[in-house]
């Protein structure tokens, strides 16, 4: 592979961490889809046990490790600017293990209190499991995450935007306070991948994706990343072999495949994403609308210093009206798709009735025919 120290992101995520197969040449990285690895004689298979589990350990099993995920592993390090990088089953197996990592029974975290629902189950039913303390806090009140911190408190779990209010965290400011309080920084960073946000930059210790959402894009595969230095990857690699929460070759593959358009696709769900925040807060069946990049937003300093690409496709809203409206909305498209997750280059939609909003994960059609299916799904209704 050429050095890639100088590329810009673009040429990054096309041609970091990949090179020529040197045993068939194929230009594109293979999928190597074996569970384990074969050696020439007797003594390299017993150096490679005597070698599990370090760095420079050969593959012995892709349960500990892959060409193929190597390569994901590779480019995802470059594209968030950490030394390592640790491609997991998914993004839920990455967000236990970060906390794996930097708690233990006794200690306690520190928790955003607007956090996906899956996550939110994470802290609140297997933490206490584990012996782990978790304190759940507005983490835009920094007076309340400052009080929150006792003697055994050992990291800030943060997402930047979060899921689904659409709230933005200060990243420089929740830094400031874990550097204080020795403390790591783990940021959630699944909402905007590495091409909006590079969360080193405003002082992250462990950086969490789902790469089923964004870094994927076609929502066909599932699996997890965790980004961090060389040191807390590798106790993170040993502990996934042990949870067994490995990814496979093919998933990995399609996650490399998808990282390769990260950048366009960015750059579309962004502006399809601000045109329908547009159009949503001028109709007047629209109660309120939620996209971090609307101009009204009371974050707008703040946004701008943490998000100067933009920010992302994520966006919700409230109906006026009657709670019932927000199945007749939803019940009314024609082309958004009614599913969970986001990221995909599909629209889709989900009524979080107990939140009383809808979720948009905006896709990568062509913004007239966004706008126009969420028009005509607005006239079915009435305020």
């Given amino acids: 592979m050429a050095n890639s120290s100088n590329w810009n992101f673009d040429t990054s995520a096309i041609r970091a961490g990949e090179h020529r197969d040197p045993a068939t040449g194929a230009h594109n990285t293979p999928i190597y889809q074996t569970a384990t690895f074969s050696f020439e004689t007797s003594e390299d298979l017993a150096n490679a046990f005597i070698n599990y589990g370090k760095p420079d350990c050969p593959d012995l099993y892709t349960r500990e490790s892959n060409p193929t995920i190597s390569v994901l592993q590779d480019k995802m390090a470059v594209l968030q600017k950490t030394e390592s990088c640790l491609a997991m089953a998914s993004g839920m197996a990455a967000v236990a293990a970060s906390i794996r990592l930097c708690a233990k029974a006794g200690d306690h975290v520190i928790v955003t209190d607007k956090i996906f629902v899956v996550s939110k189950s994470f802290f609140t039913d297997e933490c206490p499991a584990m012996g782990i303390e978790v304190t759940f806090v507005d983490m835009l009140d920094l007076e309340s995450v400052r009080n929150a911190v006792k003697p055994n408190t050992k990291a800030l779990f943060v997402e930047t935007i979060t899921n689904p209010q659409m709230c933005v965290v200060d990243l420089t400011e929740l830094k400031r306070i874990a550097a204080d309080n020795d403390l790591s ?163 889709l939609a989900a009524a979080r009735i107990n939140y009383d909003l809808i979720r948009v994960s905006v896709g990568c059609e062509d913004e007239k025919d966004i706008l126009a299916d969420f028009t005509q799904a607005l006239e079915k209704i009435e305020i």
């Fill in 185 to 347: 920084l783990i940021v959630d960073n699944t909402y905007l991948s590495p091409y909006l946000l590079q969360p080193v930059d405003f002082g992250a210790d462990l950086i969490v994706d789902s790469a089923t959402k964004y870094l994927s894009g076609h929502g066909d595969a599932v699996g997890g990343i965790l980004c961090g230095s060389q040191e807390k990857i590798q106790k993170a690699r040993a502990s996934m072999s042990s949870f067994g929460q490995c990814i496979s070759p093919f998933n990995a593959w399609l996650i490399l495949r998808g990282i390769r358009t990260l950048p366009l696709r960015m750059e579309k769900h962004t502006k399809n994403a601000m045109a329908l925040a547009n159009m949503l807060k001028n109709h007047e069946k629209i109660d309120w609308v939620r996209y971090a990049g609307t101009p009204e937003n009371h974050q707008q300093d703040l946004i701008a210093k943490q998000f100067p690409k933009g920010c992302g496709g994520m966006l919700s809203f409230g109906i006026k009206g009657h709670a019932d409206n927000l199945h007749r909305f939803m019940n009314a498209l024609q082309m958004v798709d009614q599913a969970t997750s986001l990221g995909d280059v599909y629209t």
